[in-house]
């Protein structure tokens, strides 16, 4: 058990909608990153929050938002979901911002149908 | 898209056999780093490589940070079962900059 808490940890739902995925770092860290793993893109970084303000974006969509709450914890916001958008999502967290030694959360399963 | 290129992609090796993966990029790296993935979980980190040439073991598995700073190896000795999983490399250009992964190196172990 890494620390990191996710949920849901399995969401279906319908083209078009919008999900948001919770995230609970490690007692103590700072930092929160989210991935997005799919089978033909592997681990994608999307977005890196230190201490409520955001540090970093990868590829993440327009259609995808993030944020850190006051208590450290996160949440990732997808709509106008699309089918393409079926795929684990995993939150990480570190007590910096170096952005290397990252702890997984076992993710969140999202399927679009 | 992915910058580094990890093999092999899958392994199907015999209960008690070495295992060696590696991965490589064009661009230098200031950190390497290599996770496990088993099924439905995330990722978890296994070794953690901060300085070129450095050599780090974790139990049976081993891990270099190659010399030019654009590989790492991972090695895995007398493996068993429960080292089946999905294994993959990541690193790090700079402190701040995000992890880039690797694709995986998927390990079967036949008992």
């Known amino acids: 058990d890494s620390g990191v808490t996710q949920t849901p940890k399995h969401l279906i739902t319908a083209t078009g909608q919008r999900v948001t995925l919770r995230c609970s770092p490690r007692?103590?860290?700072?930092?929160v990153y989210w991935y997005q793993q799919s089978l033909d893109q592997g681990l994608q970084f999307l977005i890196h929050?230190?201490?409520?303000?955001?540090?970093a974006k990868g590829n993440i969509l327009e259609r995808f938002s993030a944020q850190q709450f006051p208590d450290l914890h996160s949440e990732l916001n997808l709509s106008s979901l699309e089918l393409g958008d079926s795929a684990l999502y995993f939150c990480?967290?570190?007590?910096?911002?170096?952005?290397?030694?990252?702890?997984f959360g076992e993710g969140s399963w999202l399927t679009v149908v | 898209g992915q910058q580094l290129n990890q093999s092999p992609q899958s392994m199907f090796i015999q209960e008690g056999e070495d295992v060696s993966m590696n991965c490589t990029s064009s661009?230098?790296?200031?950190?390497w780093l290599w996770y496990k993935q088993d099924p439905g979980e995330g990722p978890v980190l296994l070794i953690a490589?901060?300085?070129?040439?450095e050599l780090t073991s974790n139990g049976r598995l081993t891990a270099q940070f190659g010399i030019t700073r654009k590989d790492s190896f991972l090695n895995i000795s007398a493996s068993i079962p429960s080292d089946v999983g999905i294994y993959f490399c990541?690193?790090?250009?700079?402190?701040?900059?995000?992890?880039?992964f690797g694709g995986g190196t998927r390990l079967m172990v036949k008992p």
């Open positions: 990480a967290s570190s007590f910096g911002a170096s952005g290397n030694t990252i702890y």
């Open positions: 007692s103590g860290d700072l930092s």
């Open positions: 929050y230190y201490n409520g303000e955001e540090r």
């Open positions: 661009s230098i790296f200031n950190t």
């Open positions: 490589l901060y300085k070129a040439g």
């Open positions: 990541a690193g790090q250009r700079s402190a701040g900059n995000m992890l880039t």
